[in-house]
């Protein structure tokens, strides 16, 4: 049967929530995959169907950044930026006293593991994006492009409040569930975690970093550009995405041919979230990636604290 544990750790000074999905004491693990979510500023939830790799011999990690779900929150808000996340996946690396990690980013998860692995690869095994970005700039701009091939009727609602700033109106938000229906998740009844995340955003870290919603992005992010330095990650490389996705296939092309020898993997039914929108196929294919690259160990029992 496999283990399941979640806890509070101090990381930096503050007290973040973790969930850790590992195999069976006696079982052979072949690795620890550290999961960072996107947003940023979004619960870990929607990615909790990675906790699949868990049956393929994997310890599945996975936690509420600073500020986010069900983490500490900062009185100094300015605090929230991608160089404070980077020291934080590395602390909290340290705390938990993982090793080296096969480390996964969705969105701006994606984009943190980048910004991770320039600094710290030394520390990684492995490298996989899934909707991950090193450029915000190129992702604005196809963010742009597929919103500007949304209805014509949806388009005028969008520009009409967004020209006044009022992105709370309820018919400027029915409108843009249009565009996340098509590039955020394609599944025709979200499930509950991805629910559970969009109804849970941390506004104080999605508003300084991102901005108001996925398309746009105004925040303290939004020059960050680190497509010349691809070349500096040597790591073994995936770069996942879907054929829809908001972080377009454009980006995870970019990715792909910045980081040399890195492979890449298109998920054809999908948009952001292959992983549940073709959680099998998805589950399978990080799971032959990661095998090339950990060698199985045999779980010891933990002890009891």
Not at 102 to 109: E, K
Not at 146 to 164: A, F, G, N, Q, R
Not at 185 to 196: D, G
């Amino acid at each position: 049967m496999n283990q399941t544990h979640e806890g509070m750790i101090n990381v930096l000074g503050y007290n973040l929530y973790y969930r850790s999905f590992e195999p069976a004491a006696g079982d052979k693990m072949k690795g620890i995959l550290l999961c960072l979510h996107g947003g940023p500023g979004v619960p870990h939830n929607y990615l909790l169907s990675l906790a699949d790799l868990v049956k393929f011999g994997y310890r599945v990690i996975f936690y509420d950044q600073l500020g986010v779900g069900k983490s500490e929150m900062p009185k100094n808000k300015y605090i929230f930026s991608i160089e404070y996340g980077v020291e934080e996946v590395e602390a909290f690396r340290n705390t938990m006293d993982l090793g080296k990690v096969n480390l996964f980013g969705s969105s701006y998860g994606g984009l943190l593991a980048i910004a991770y692995a320039l600094k710290y690869q030394r520390n990684l095994k492995s490298l996989i994006t899934a909707g991950g970005l090193a450029s915000v700039p190129l992702t604005v701009a196809e963010m742009q492009r597929m919103k500007s091939e949304l209805p014509p009727d949806t388009i005028s609602i969008i520009e009409k409040y967004e020209s006044v700033g009022d992105f709370e109106n309820p018919e400027y938000v029915t409108s843009m569930m249009e565009f996340y229906r098509r590039h955020l998740c394609r599944l025709p009844q979200w499930p509950a975690e991805v629910q559970y995340t969009m109804e849970n955003i941390s506004k104080p870290v999605y508003s300084l970093m991102n901005g108001p919603n996925e398309y746009t992005i105004v925040g303290n992010m939004k020059y960050w550009d680190v497509t010349d330095e691809l070349q500096k990650i040597k790591v073994p490389t995936l770069v996942t995405g879907g054929r829809y996705d908001e972080v377009s296939p454009k980006v995870a092309e970019s990715i792909h041919k910045g980081i040399k020898g890195s492979k890449r993997l298109t998920f054809e039914n999908s948009s952001h979230m292959p992983f549940w929108e073709e959680r099998d196929k998805y589950v399978q294919a990080i799971a032959k990636f990661l095998d090339q690259v950990n060698v199985p160990t045999v779980v010891k029992k933990r002890k009891k604290k």
